[in-house]
C-alpha cells in the first residue's frame, strides 16, 4: 500500500510542469532539490513524534512551502528506531531518523546512515555532529533547576545555593543508573563544579554532598514531570524544556522558575540523519536542510528547546522565554557512552554507599 500510494504521489508530481515555493531560496540549490523531491513524492521521517519538540509545527511548514512533498512519521523511540533501521537494511523504509545523540553513535556503528552536511553543519560545535555528517544535532535538551516557588522562597541560581541547607528534603532528580536524563545531570554537576567531561568525579562528590546535607528528597527511575505539575516537588534537577512546558503550556505560569546554573550546565544532543539507501533521498535532504536553517532552528525553541545552530535569532517572545545561556556546554556523547559504567558505579558508592 505505501508503495502505491509514493507512485501515484510521484506520478502526479511528475506530471506538474513546475514545482515552485513563495519568496526567494533559503540556501543555494533549494529549488533544484525542491524539484527532485516533488518527483519522489514523499519523505518518510522517523521517530519525528508531533508532540515533541515542536515536530507538529515543523511538518505544517514544511508542507506549506513544499506543498508537493507528503511527510510519512512515526514515533518509536531512540533506541527502537535504530533496531528498525537495523531490520530493515536490505530495503531502507525511512529517509531520516532522529534520536538522542547516543543512539545516533550506534547508528552510525551499524552502517545504516549515511553522509550528509545540511545547511549551517560547518557552525555546530564539533561534539555536535559527526566529521563525516552521518548524523547532526538540531536541538539540545539542557539540566536546569525546574523550581516550585509556592514551596521555595529563596530560587536558588547555582549548584552552590542548591547546596545550602535551607533546601533540605527539596530535590528531586532522575537515577543516573536507569535513565540517559540521570547521566546528564551527573556530567552538569561535574561541569558546574570544576569537573570536566573527562573528569567527572567532583559531580560525583557534588551529589553526594547534596545526599549527605539532606537536601535530596528522592531519586526517581522516571521522569517525575506530573508530580512537579501537582506540587509535589519543590525544586526537580531535569530539562529545561519540561519547566517551560509547565510554566507556558501546562499551567503553573509564574509559580515556576526555570534556572541553569550559572556556573555551568550540559547541554545533551538530540540529532538526525540521512538515511543510508533510503527510498527518497532527495526529499530527505530537503528536510534536513528545511529544519537545519535559521527558520527551522528558531521554530524548534517554539516548541521549548534550543537551536543547535550558535547565533539563531529567535522571535522576541521566544528569546524572552529563552534567552541565552553561554555557560551552557556541548555535551560530548562519545565520552559520556564511554563513562556511563564509572558513572554508574561511581555513583552508586558515594550516594547509596554499595
Not at 17 to 43: C, I, K, N, R
Not at 100 to 123: I, Q, T, Y
Not at 219 to 247: H, M
Amino acid at each position: 500500500m505505501k508503495m502505491f500510494v509514493a507512485t501515484a504521489v510521484a506520478a502526479v508530481a511528475f506530471a506538474t510542469t513546475a514545482h515552485a515555493f513563495d519568496g526567494p531560496e533559503l540556501y543555494d540549490g533549494e529549488q533544484s532539490l525542491y524539484d527532485q523531491a516533488a518527483e519522489q513524492g514523499m519523505v518518510v521521517s522517523f521517530d519525528t513524534g508531533p508532540t515533541w519538540a515542536n515536530w507538529a509545527a515543523q511538518f505544517k511548514a514544511f508542507k506549506e512551502r513544499y506543498p508537493e512533498v507528503e511527510m510519512v512519521y512515526n514515533d518509536l523511540g531512540s533506541a527502537a528506531t535504530v533496531v528498525a533501521l537495523e531490520k530493515s537494511k536490505n530495503r531502507p523504509q525511512a529517509d531520516t531518523a532522529y534520536y538522542f545523540a547516543g543512539s545516533a553513535l550506534d547508528a552510525a556503528d551499524k552502517d545504516v546512515v549515511a553522509p550528509f552536511e545540511p545547511v549551517n553543519f560547518e557552525k555546530l560545535p564539533e561534539p555536535f555532529k559527526a566529521a563525516d555528517g552521518k548524523w547532526f544535532t538540531i536541538h539540545t535538551l539542557n539540566v536546569a533547576f525546574l523550581v516550585n516557588k509556592n514551596l521555595v522562597d529563596d530560587v536558588p541560581q547555582s549548584w552552590a545555593d542548591l547546596a545550602d541547607p535551607k533546601y533540605k528534603n527539596s530535590i528531586v532528580y532522575l537515577d543516573p543508573r536507569s535513565t540517559g536524563q540521570g547521566q546528564v545531570v551527573v556530567f552538569a554537576a561535574a561541569l558546574g563544579n570544576g569537573g570536566t567531561m573527562d573528569n567527572v568525579q567532583p559531580g560525583i562528590d557534588y551529589l553526594k554532598k547534596l545526599h549527605d546535607s539532606g537536601n535530596v528528597l528522592r531519586t526517581v527511575g522516571t521522569t517525575p514531570y506530573a508530580q512537579f505539575l501537582k506540587g509535589e516537588i519543590p525544586i526537580y534537577v531535569g530539562y529545561e524544556n519540561d519547566g517551560l512546558k509547565a510554566k507556558y503550556k501546562d499551567g503553573m505560569g509564574d509559580a515556576v522558575e526555570v534556572v541553569i546554573p550559572e556556573e555551568a550546565s550540559a547541554a545533551a544532543p538530540y540529532a538526525i540523519s540521512l538515511v543510508k539507501d533510503g527510498p527518497n533521498p532527495a526529499a530527505g535532504k530537503l528536510w534536513l536542510n528545511f529544519i537545519m536553517s535559521d527558520e527551522g532552528q528558531a521554530r524548534f525553541a517554539d516548541g521549548y528547546v534550543r537551536p543547535s545552530v550558535p547565533g539563531v535569532e529567535l522571535p522576541a517572545e521566544v528569546a524572552e522565554m529563552m534567552p541565552a545561556a553561554p555557560q551552557l556546554q556541548p555535551l560530548d556523547v562519545a565520552k559520556a557512552k564511554a563513562m556511563k559504567s564509572k558513572i554508574d558505579s561511581a555513583w552508586q558508592k558515594a550516594v547509596l554507599g554499595q
